[in-house]
């Protein structure tokens, strides 16, 4: 799974951090930024990105890209 913030959404809260602190971490403007997107299995993963207040986490398969959330019908 690819694991990827946006840094101009994310408000940098650490709950992703709390959540999986072997895949993510704060930089240092307090953002969160990716350090091993296989740091965690991908459940725990999913959970910090549905966790994610203002959903700056975005999971896309590996192999197909295809966007695994936000879901895209939710960008409609
Ligand atoms: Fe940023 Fe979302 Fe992680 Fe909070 S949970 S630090 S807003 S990416």
Redesign the pocket.
Known sequence: MKVK?DKD?????????SLAGAV?R?DDSG??EVIDEHGADDATIRL?AE????H??FLNDEKTNEQLFPPMEAKK
């Open positions: 913030v959404i994310c408000i940098g809260c650490g709950l992703c951090v993510f704060l953002k969160s910090a966790s994610c207040p203002v700056a986490i």
